[in-house]
């Protein structure tokens, strides 16, 4: 295998929404990720990142990898999953262990030391999600961030660790096991959404994330890039479809339809002239125009971020710095503008630059991959999702010349 192939990185990130079923798979080259894949399914059968029909959340997943695995030319096996912090907790630990090499700290040495922080805080009905170092300690020296390479005797390392009930934890991972792949890791979708949006600025300052779900709208405070509060509110999405549905008697679904395909959300941004043709529920037909729909919308927003801005009040009496807004709902016209006539500049708008998920909807899967290659850097460790064979496969000079699978286009250029 070329000396590229052994660079590169193959991760997979899955968020299971209650409407979609988001898939990011991403190849990691030095510092630089390119995506390899990115779907959008339906979700049935799950809720609030709950199970509430396993053998319709497993078809759903199904249906999801099965339309990944398409695009790629290959089956999916190995995925990192996106969960949200719903009744989430938060601790502090602190581990202290012996340095292996007093002449070197290696990631062994820093997995260590994180392990016996965890494993001397028992927690009876919930499972740890996250375990995130605020900062090391070697010796002597204090406020280490990354002590690989550093010589001493002992190292200690204060840590936050997240958790959330094991029922809903264990029942999730196996209806993802039974669906055909496995699991390598898990972290909160808000911790996939600061890592998308995160920057050497929001890595040393207070902040909040609020993400617009499908029912809910979490909100999650940051310090120094580490999770420390979380609220969620039951408002979402969904809000928005069941307002139009109500007001202009139409399905959800042409609600959904018509708030993703037409509506902004400011109003006065809106033509006055611009209208759409809608069959109501009673079979009646009627002429919506662009501004009414887009008060309708307006004004539910308004209400979700009114709600959030208050909501991060009432979780931390410390400085916000900054506000980052994501979610799918996130991308219609207008929103960016709605944001800042509320928050003025402490708020922006996620803003995924990455060729090939250039919308919010994608910000929990693709982060998590990015959290995941973190974790494993700071231990010294590495991982591939795709093994070698495989990859070989892919990669055969046979297969590059004869296949259109993505991965071939990638890595074609290593023939040429």
Known sequence: MGDGLKL???????????????????????????ILASTTSASNGIKNGKI??????????????????QMLGISITKVVAAIPPTNCRMDIVVGSVEVANKEKIEGSDISNVLNEAIS???LENNEIITATPISFVVDDTENIKDPKGMSGKTLEAKIVISSIPKEDLYRLLHVI???????????????????TSKNSETDSLVGAIINIGEETTNISIFNKGIQIKNSVLPVGSINVDKDLAYIYGI???????????????????????????????????KEVTQVGISKVVEARLNEI?????????????????????????????????????????????????TIGIRHN???????????????????????????????????STENILNSDNIISKIFGHLYD
Not at 52 to 69: H, M, N, P, Q, V
Not at 374 to 386: A, C, F, H, P, V
């Open 52 to 69: 509430i029909d396993e053998e319709a959340g497993i078809e759903s997943i199904k249906s999801a990898l099965e339309k990944t695995g």
């Open 120 to 122: 001397g805080h028992k």
């Open 361 to 395: 909807k994608y910000s929990s899967a693709f982060g998590v991959i990015k959290y995941f290659n973190d974790k494993l850097t700071l231990r010294g460790r590495s991982y591939n999702m795709i093994d070698k064979e495989t990859l070989e496969i892919l990669t």
């Open 177 to 195: 096991s039974l669906s055909g792949v496995e699991t390598v890791d898990v972290a909160f979708t808000s911790t996939g959404d600061y890592f």
């Open 251 to 285: 399905s959800l679904k042409d609600a959904r339809k018509i708030k993703e395909n037409f509506a902004l959300a400011m109003s006065d941004r809106a033509e006055e002239e611009e209208s759409i043709h809608v069959i109501c529920t009673d079979n009646s037909h």
């Open 305 to 353: 971020l009114k709600l959030s801005k208050n909501e991060i009040k009432n979780l931390t009496n410390r400085e916000i710095r900054y506000i980052i807004i994501t979610g799918g709902l996130s991308e219609l016209e207008g929103f960016r503008e709605l944001v800042n006539s509320l928050f003025e500049e402490q708020a922006r708008v996620c803003k995924i630059s």
């Open 8 to 34: 590169s990185k193959i991760y997979t990130g899955i968020e299971l929404g209650t409407n979609s079923i988001k898939i990011v798979v991403a190849e990691k080259i030095k510092n630089q990720y390119n």
